[in-house]
């Protein structure tokens, strides 16, 4: 069948790779000067396309956000003006922290960036003293209305509160209060509340605004264990905008030094910035030292400088031509995509290995200039273009897929493999041209084939030994690799060195409610509407927690009652009170302790309508909340946004016991609209992306290998030379994930698929090479086998420095990628031979 | 945030007490000089008070004893005695106050634009211009000098009145507020440099609690 329907495909598809091949290596041994003008060109394009690139270093465009638990998150991000916020956090003992905040708020208020204050707000403290008379204002209101704000089990202390010895005890607090200092401050205070009804009011409205597990005998926001102290600066402009937060971070570095507490900072997109220069660092040494091993491994292998000198320029080109062309494509490309030009030093390097050994043996063997360079790019040529378009393909094959971080890296590999491979047809023919008329007498001395030719000779020898000998490692390996699991932690892919990341470890660690959180949301046009679908879901999170299964939950119906609660507060405390009149009785009270009655009459008035006293309506609750210095209460839980409300509950449980699945479908079936999101949803939805992502890119990039493959040998042998080796090599590099305790995770996933065109080659070049000769197949082989060895070392260095990078995803994809290559070379290497024996002996 | 400024300037201003100089003129800065350099010579002091208070919220004066202590570098202390005890910490900017009585403890973190730092090192430099926001008067009668301190801007405090002799040595303190508010504080029985330790200045329990 294959011979059947493609054959001529096939043959055409071969005879116009052989006739472009031909038209490259006339045009770059007959013209060099106008493949250089032509090349001068495209970098000129490439560099006007770069320079209006935008580069992106926000790390949450690394990740689908248009739905799901995701999209919640980056909005709840947005709402409650976190994404503004930047979060400094002073380590040290507790004397020195309280020392030593101040100053440090001094500096960040004083901060400027282009004039302008860097911050438009800085939170300390957990009071701030200028709202005093707001803070009044609305405790006032509060005692007032006690059926909004009390709740049912603290109606008997309220009631008791107004019975008239307690009248007086109460009075006789304020009057020492008043005679003191501090007065002068707690006058407007005492005056609407001067029975300190708010002692029984304030702490539930304290508890439900703090996000934080602070010590609450300080006015700062310290942690419990006294060991750090927070500070939350909102930014006065976006920090997305980069020039900005650049110039922010400068200033934040330069604000923080000589204090004698230590200080840290983070915030969700401010870290981006922090770290960029480290990522930058990690990133460029990445380069650097895959550069210099690749560079060094050519030069001992061949000991020729100038095809040495010349890969840096063809990697130079396929890195400048694939930044530009993607510029054309992309509106910006993130930062840590440049992690790809690691990638593009080890595969692009393979190209220039493959011709360039090629060129050398036949020039080593006897051959002239013109006939050994006609056979390396012509006949290696066509196996190198397949390799390198197998190569392509899986990685471009990931454009399709959601998850940006992996398209764009797709994008970027794939165009840059194919320019490095053209750079490779176009630069290394007059380069060797040169190189022979320059330097006439060169001696080609017979290059080292790494022990190739007794592996060749054993292999063949031992055809059944040997495939027995790999099949049954493979099987080992296979039995691990079925013990693979996948990593949903985002944490863990993270730079572990990273300032921001450590910092978010250290607020977890010391300010965290509970380890984990999930945000539910229920949204409307309607208010009235949405708070009525709040209770229900409220009624479910406190079912959750009486099960233990939640920690803690924060909501707005936490802290102001509904009406059913309104009327329980309501018919308690007037069935205590009775037929007593507590306004009547707070007046006597004043008189009695020498108080003027006119400042107290709104008190004692709205004590007198107690009896009176009918629900609220929630929607002058919140507006009243929202006016007050509570506010951040009301903006916490009840966010208006895009024409709609949203009421979020923050609920905290510490693990397992959480039951979210369950939690999820009974949310659904009780409020359909109701989203959730959490860092374990959003893993969640990161790993099903992926793995849709995988799915599709698997079979679009496996699809396009085998159509390449089977193009180039026509027969089911050659795909086999080919897909056996990658094959082997997957279930190798599971395997040996397995064994180094590595888990799957959303990038390194994707490895599986690149992995099938960077293998395919291994097999690919050493079965084009020795599959259908006879004759000189162990020189072949060692020939296309050294290549072969040294591709898969260069590509090891360039993913092996990955492997080292501090950002977990890197490294994760340089690991596996490392065990994945390694393994398909070694297979490729030992038992091709052996396979290829059997089958030709056939 | 009026009312902390105004508990800071006073409490700033007590700060004075003790300045064995003689005076230099009859205008106001020349009366701030004389309080300020007493007060670079003192590491300590202590000093009984007789506090009357006259507020809207009250149909008498609240009449209360006690005392007051400072220690350097931002130590401050005032206890009042029954029959409206109180115990007031002041130390950087943070204040504690406790009532005995009925076992309460407040705290309030005052501006730090308002810090004791601030005003101590006001207080370190040579008097050359008052300070700012405030208008100061001065007269000097039967070898008693009155300074007068009223804000520029529009606060809930009037005026801000302190009376000492020619040492120096404040014997009187008077906060009038617009609406009414009076506080008239009269010192006796200063001691400077008398070697006050932390202790002395913080009780026990505020002390425990005092961040």
């Not at chain 1, 405390?573 to 037929?579: E, F, I, P």
């Not at chain 2, 002091?45 to 506090?51: E, S």
């Not at chain 2, 005032?78 to 705290?107: C, D, F, K, Y």
Request: aromatic letters at 10%; glycine letters at 6%.
């Amino acid at each position: 069948m294959v011979k059947a329907l493609p054959a001529k495909l096939s043959a055409a598809v071969q005879s116009a790779v052989t006739a472009h091949l031909e038209w490259v290596f006339r045009l770059s041994s007959a013209k060099p000067g106008q493949v250089i003008a032509a090349a001068l060109v495209f970098l000129a394009l490439a560099l006007t396309s770069l320079l209006n690139t935008r580069f992106e270093a926000d790390i949450f465009k690394l990740f689908p956000s248009k739905q799901g638990a995701l999209k919640l998150f980056l909005q709840t991000l947005q709402w409650s003006g976190s994404a503004q916020e930047a979060y400094f956090l002073l380590e040290g003992d507790r004397q020195a922290l309280l020392a030593e905040v101040e100053p440090f708020v001094l500096r960040l208020k004083s901060l400027k960036v282009d004039g302008q204050s860097a911050f438009s707000k800085v939170i300390y403290r957990t009071y701030d003293p200028g709202e005093a008379k707001a803070f009044a204002d609305f405790i006032g209101y509060a005692v007032a209305r006690p059926q909004l704000f009390l709740k049912v089990e603290q109606v008997d202390n309220f009631a008791g509160r107004l019975l008239p010895a307690n009248m007086d005890r109460s009075l006789k607090r304020a009057q020492a209060e008043l005679a003191s200092q501090a007065g002068m401050a707690m006058r407007d205070i005492i005056a609407v509340d001067p029975l300190y009804l708010r002692d029984l009011i304030l702490p539930r409205l304290n508890k439900a605004t703090q996000a934080l597990d602070l010590d609450t005998s300080s006015p700062y926001l310290l942690s419990r264990d006294g060991r750090v102290l927070i500070v939350i600066a909102e930014t006065a402009r976006p920090v997305q905008d980069m020039q900005f937060a650049r110039k922010l971070v400068t200033g934040i570095n330069k604000a923080r030094q000589g204090f004698s507490v230590h200080i840290s900072c983070a915030g969700a997109h401010l870290s981006a910035v922090i770290d960029e220069a480290t990522m930058k660092r990690n990133i460029l040494a990445c380069i650097i030292s895959s550069l210099f091993v690749v560079l060094g491994l050519f030069y001992l292998t061949y000991r020729r400088v100038l095809p040495t000198l010349l890969i840096p320029l063809i990697l130079l080109v396929g890195v400048a031509l694939s930044l530009g062309t993607a510029g054309f494509f992309l509106s910006s490309i993130h930062i840590i995509s440049f992690a790809f030009m690691a990638l593009i030093i080890g595969l692009g390097t393979d190209y220039s290995i493959h011709i360039y050994d090629r060129f050398y043996s036949e020039r080593s063997a006897g051959k002239s200039t013109d006939e050994a360079l006609r056979l390396s790019m012509i006949d290696s040529g066509r196996g190198v273009f397949t390799a390198a378009t197998t190569t392509a393909f899986p990685f471009l094959a990931l454009m399709v897929t959601e998850v940006r971080a992996l398209s764009e890296l797709g994008l970027l590999v794939g165009l840059g493999v194919i320019f490095s491979m053209y750079a490779t047809f176009f630069f290394l023919p007059p380069l060797l041209i040169f190189s022979e008329q320059r330097f006439p007498n060169s001696v080609y001395k017979p290059l080292p084939n790494f022990g190739l030719g007794r592996v060749w000779n054993i292999s063949r020898k031992n055809r059944f030994a040997t495939i027995a000998v790999s099949t049954v490692l493979i099987a080992i390996l296979l039995i691990a690799a079925l013990f693979i699991s996948f990593e949903g932690e985002l944490r863990n892919l993270q730079p572990k060195q990273s300032e921001a990341f450590l910092t978010q470890q250290k607020i977890e660690k010391h300010l965290s409610l509970a380890s984990r959180q999930m945000l539910v949301a229920v949204e409307g046009i309607d208010l009235d509407d949405v708070l009525a679908r709040g209770r229900k879901v409220g009624a479910l999170v406190e079912n959750y927690r009486l099960k233990k299964q939640l920690a803690a939950y924060s909501s707005l119906g936490q802290v102001l009652n509904d009406q059913p609660s309104q009327n329980e507060v309501l018919e308690k405390l007037q069935a205590q009170t009775g037929l007593r009149r507590p306004g009547t009785e707070l007046a006597q009270a004043l008189v009695r302790h020498g108080f003027e009655q006119g400042p107290f009459q709104p008190a004692i008035n709205n004590l007198e309508q107690l009896k009176y006293a009918r629900p609220v309506a929630m929607v002058e609750a919140i507006q009243r909340l929202a006016a007050s210095p509570l506010r951040g209460l009301a903006e916490r839980h009840l966010i208006r946004a895009e024409n709609s409300y949203h009421l979020l509950f923050y609920l905290y449980y510490q693990g397992e016991e959480f039951n979210q699945p369950q939690f999820l479908k009974e949310l659904a079936g009780l409020d359909p609209s109701a989203r959730a999101t959490g860092e374990e949803l959003v893993s969640r939805q990161l790993a099903g992306s992926v793995k849709r992502s995988f799915l599709w890119g698997f079979i679009l990039g496996g699809v396009m290998v085998l159509l390449l493959l089977i193009t180039h040998f026509e027969s089911l042998e050659g795909v086999f030379y080919s897909l056996y080796p990658v094959m082997a090599g997957v279930i190798a590099m599971l395997g040996l994930m397995v064994l180094a305790g590595m888990k799957l995770n959303f990038m390194n996933a994707m490895v599986l698929v690149t992995i099938l065109g960077m293998g395919s080659d291994y097999g690919l070049h050493l079965a084009h090479r020795t599959s259908t000769l006879e004759e000189g197949q162990q020189a072949s082989y060692t020939q296309a086998g050294r290549a072969v060895l040294l591709s898969a070392l260069t590509t090891i260095a360039g993913f092996g420095s990955l492997a080292l990078s501090d950002y977990g995803a890197l490294a994760s994809i340089g690991w596996a990628t490392n065990f994945g290559v390694a393994a398909t070379a070694l297979v490729a290497l030992f038992s091709l031979p052996a396979f290829i024996g059997l089958i030709v002996k056939k | 945030m009026q009312k902390y400024r105004r508990i800071f300037l006073f409490l700033c201003l007590c700060l004075f007490f003790s300045a064995p100089v003689q005076a230099a003129g009859n205008n106001a800065l020349e009366a701030l000089e004389t309080l300020r350099r007493g007060f670079a010579g003192i590491n300590d002091f202590t000093a009984d008070v007789v506090q009357e208070k006259q507020l809207a919220l009250m149909k008498k004066k609240m009449v209360s004893k006690g005392q007051v202590r400072f220690k350097k570098p931002d130590l401050f202390f005032m206890e009042l005695l029954a029959p409206h005890a109180s115990r007031l910490t002041l130390r950087a900017n943070v204040m504690t106050l406790w009532l005995p009585e009925q076992g309460e403890i407040q705290r309030v973190v005052l501006p730090p634009e308002n810090g004791l730092d601030k005003w101590l090192a006001y207080l370190d430099k040579p008097v050359s211009e008052a300070p700012e926001g405030v208008d100061l008067k001065a007269e000097q009668k039967n070898n008693i000098w009155t300074l007068r301190v009223s804000p520029l801007k529009k606060t809930g405090m009037k005026e801000l009145q302190l009376s000492f002799d020619m040492k120096g040595q404040i014997s009187r303190i008077v906060i009038a507020e617009n609406n009414g508010d009076r506080t008239d504080i009269k010192f006796s029985n200063l001691r400077r440099n008398v070697g006050l330790k932390d202790k002395d200045l913080v009780q026990d329990s505020v002390n425990r609690l005092t961040p």
